[in-house]
């Protein structure tokens, strides 16, 4: 029987251990099914593709829906105007509350 060797970081590793145990496999099991699956495939078992720049966990959106709510971490810019006409309220926008028609909020 062969043996394999690599390295991975220890959050990964005890995550994928945790993982596996819930079931009922070991690192070594996993991995062979994982080689198996390759094999009956002919390629990696599921998609590989780069991660969407664009898309953030759901835990960073919910934390800066909530900051904005709070009026925390905000920046205020005018939006323009139906007619195209910018507002020149800026000094004025700490003053307006986060929820304001006027004004977007921006995390």
């Given at each position: 029987m062969a043996q394999?060797?690599?390295?991975?970081?220890?959050?990964?590793?005890?995550?994928?251990?945790?993982?596996?145990?819930?079931?009922?496999?070991?690192?070594?099991?996993?991995?062979?099914?994982?080689?198996?699956?390759?094999?009956?495939?002919?390629?990696?078992?599921?998609?590989?593709?780069a991660p969407d720049p664009s898309a953030r966990p759901v835990s960073?959106?919910?934390?800066?829906?909530?900051?904005?709510?709070?009026?925390?971490?905000?920046h205020y810019h005018d939006l323009i105007e139906v007619d195209g006409t910018p507002r020149k309220s800026a000094s004025r926008a700490k003053s307006r509350p986060a929820r304001s028609r006027r004004r977007r909020a921006v995390a």
């Open positions: 394999i060797n690599f390295r991975i970081d220890d959050e990964t590793k005890r995550a994928a251990e945790a993982l596996f145990k819930s079931l009922g496999l070991t690192m070594s099991s996993a991995i062979t099914v994982f080689l198996n699956q390759s094999i009956n495939e002919r390629g990696i078992p599921f998609k590989v593709q960073e959106l919910l934390h800066r829906i909530d900051d904005v709510e709070h009026g925390r971490n905000c």
